[in-house]
Each structure stands twice: as C-alpha cells, then as structure tokens.
Nanobody, 120 residues
C-alpha cells in the first residue's frame, strides 16, 4: 500500500505565506509525476502545479509567480511554497503522485487533503 500524507495547511491572512508538504511512503519503486491540486466548495478539483521526476514544472495561470513546487526524489517528498496568498486560494489542497509499484504497474495516489483558508 502506498500512502501520501500532506501537512502544512492552515489559516492565514491575505498576502501571507504557507508551505505545504507531502510525503509518499509504502511499496514504491519510483515516482514519476507529482502534483498539487485543490478543490473549493462547489467547484471541481483543479490543477495547481505539477512536477516531473526531472524537475519540469507546470503551473495553473493564477498561481504563476506566487507558488513554487519542488520535490526531493531521494526522500519521496514534495512541497508547495505559496506566497502572496489570496482569498480565492482557499480550498482543500491534495497531493497527487503517479507511483510505480512494480515493473508492470503505475497508479495514481492521492493524499487526504489539507485545508488552506485565506482570510481578507
């Protein structure tokens, strides 16, 4: 079993900073892409940022220049540094990883989510 665990969410004022962390554990051969997604009430889950094993990144337009995604392949960890937070960033943030669990299988895994609330 592979598990992803997020941490770092909380309540901050607009303009503030939070850093989210995700650690993957379990039966892992390797992890390809990882990413952060978020879901606000009544909205569909949306991409925030993704990062490949080699470090290539993709950001949703609204977070470009404010958020930075990174990973440590040796530790199977990923972070999302969120600067200049806005109320519209309020959502549950989820860690995602495409995990190779053996030579024949690669599967997506999701964390439980961590709440980020940005007040005005």
């Amino acid at each position: 079993q592979v598990q992803l665990a997020e941490s770092g969410g909380g309540l901050v004022q607009a303009g503030g900073t939070l850093t989210l962390s995700c650690v993957a554990s379990g039966s892992i051969v390797s992890i390809n892409a990882m990413g952060w997604y978020r879901q606000a009430p009544g909205k569909m889950r949306e991409l925030v940022a993704t990062i490949t094993r080699g470090g290539s990144t993709v950001y949703e337009d609204s977070v470009k220049g404010r958020f930075t995604i990174s990973r440590d392949n040796a530790k199977n960890t990923m972070t999302l540094q969120m600067n200049s937070l806005k109320p519209e960033d309020t959502a549950v943030y989820y860690c995602n990883a495409d995990v190779r669990i053996n030579l024949w299988q690669q599967r997506p895994y999701w964390g439980q989510g961590t709440q980020v609330t940005v007040s005005s």
